[in-house]
């Protein structure tokens, strides 16, 4: 029995057509802030296991030194000025798209939450 190449045509079709915008977000991250592209985050799943997140990077590099975990606000100084902007549309949200992938969360439901806010 042959098996179709078709179906596999348009994930591939999709994933190129993301990476073209990810690629132009994370080359405009990296030439307007120093630090790293992606931010890296220990987030709590329902059942208590812990995750790791991965978000475009819209604060400064090594924002929460000086403060520890703290929420961020709407006015949040810790953003860069490309960082509002992202977050103001969800395109720092994008990357969690990989987590969603490997089963880590779901596209709905409640938000994972790190595990310093946990109670």
Known sequence: RRVSKQPL????????VLA???????????LTSPGPVFYRQERMSLDGSSFVV????????EAEAVTGPIWADEEDPRC???????????????????NVLRGDMSMVGPRPERPNFVG
Not at 54 to 61: G, L, N, P, Q
């Open 9 to 16: 045509r348009v994930p591939a079709a999709g994933l190129i």
């Open 20 to 30: 073209i915008p990810l690629g132009i977000v994370a080359l405009a991250i990296k």
């Open 54 to 61: 991965y978000k475009f990077r819209s604060m400064y590099h």
């Open 80 to 98: 860069t000025p490309l960082g509002r902007y992202l977050r103001h549309y969800d395109i720092d949200e994008l990357p969690q798209l990989w």
